[in-house]
């Protein structure tokens, strides 16, 4: 994964807030949609991710949020979250009140700065997984998401690649035999 920053100093001005060690089991729920935002999560540990599903039972990952993130770091300025945060694996968060943050922000310049360099980088990944999306083929998809992460992980978190991209676990993993197949006949 490209890192484009160290984030050691919006953690450590978050981790000097009052707030708690939260602990959470794979699969467990951090907030749901339309929830009251009360915490702001930073991730020390685990993957989280912020997911938006649709009527149709489909899912779309919004943000994968590991040791060293902010979990939907834009809640500060919202009342109610507009998605739902799931551990998909077990994860240990600080959290600090979202009130807090906001008295924090705005009385320290340091703290302001840190979390503007915070939210600009994650504007840069965003577009970058924007950009991923536009692809128009599996294959592009594929290789734009490897190149940003740098290899695919286990066979079986696959599935979530697949919903990363956008495209159905049946195309990734047809995409994914290909690769071997073409690298095996070289």
Same mark, same amino acid.
């Given at each position: 994964?490209?890192?484009?920053?160290?984030?050691?100093?919006?953690?450590?001005?978050? %981790?000097?807030?009052?707030?708690?060690?939260?602990?959470?089991?794979?699969?467990?729920?951090?907030?749901?949609?339309?929830?009251?935002?009360?915490?702001?999560?930073?991730?020390?540990?685990?993957?989280?991710?912020?997911?938006?599903?649709?009527?149709?039972?489909?899912?779309?990952?919004?943000?994968?949020?590991?040791?060293?993130?902010?979990?939907?770091?834009? %809640?500060?300025?919202?009342?109610?979250?507009?998605?739902?945060?799931?551990?998909?694996?077990?994860?240990?968060?600080?959290?600090?009140?979202?009130?807090?943050?906001?008295?924090?922000?705005?009385?320290?310049?340091?703290?302001?700065?840190?979390? !503007? %360099?915070?939210?600009?980088?994650?504007?840069?990944? !965003?577009?970058?997984?924007?950009?991923?999306?536009?692809?128009?083929?599996?294959? !592009?998809?594929?290789?734009?998401?490897?190149?940003?992460?740098?290899?695919?992980?286990?066979?079986?978190?696959? %599935?979530?690649?697949?919903?990363?991209?956008?495209?159905?676990?049946?195309?990734?993993?047809?995409?994914?035999?290909?690769?071997?197949?073409?690298?095996?006949?070289?």
């Amino acid at each position: 994964m490209i890192k484009i920053m160290s984030l050691l100093p919006v953690e450590s001005l978050l %981790s000097r807030l009052r707030g708690r060690e939260c602990v959470f089991a794979a699969g467990g729920s951090l907030f749901r949609l339309g929830d009251v935002v009360r915490l702001l999560h930073f991730v020390r540990s685990g993957t989280i991710h912020l997911v938006r599903y649709h009527d149709d039972g489909s899912a779309l990952i919004l943000q994968r949020a590991r040791q060293g993130l902010i979990l939907a770091e834009a %809640s500060v300025y919202s009342t109610r979250y507009h998605c739902d945060a799931r551990a998909e694996t077990s994860a240990i968060t600080w959290a600090v009140s979202r009130n807090d943050v906001r008295k924090q922000l705005a009385d320290s310049p340091q703290l302001s700065e840190a979390w !503007a %360099s915070y939210l600009a980088h994650e504007v840069q990944r !965003a577009r970058l997984q924007a950009e991923i999306l536009s692809l128009k083929t599996v294959a !592009a998809r594929l290789s734009a998401w490897i190149a940003w992460n740098g290899s695919l992980p286990s066979k079986g978190r696959w %599935s979530l690649i697949a919903l990363e991209i956008g495209v159905s676990p049946e195309a990734l993993y047809r995409e994914i035999a290909n690769r071997q197949r073409d690298r095996s006949h070289r």
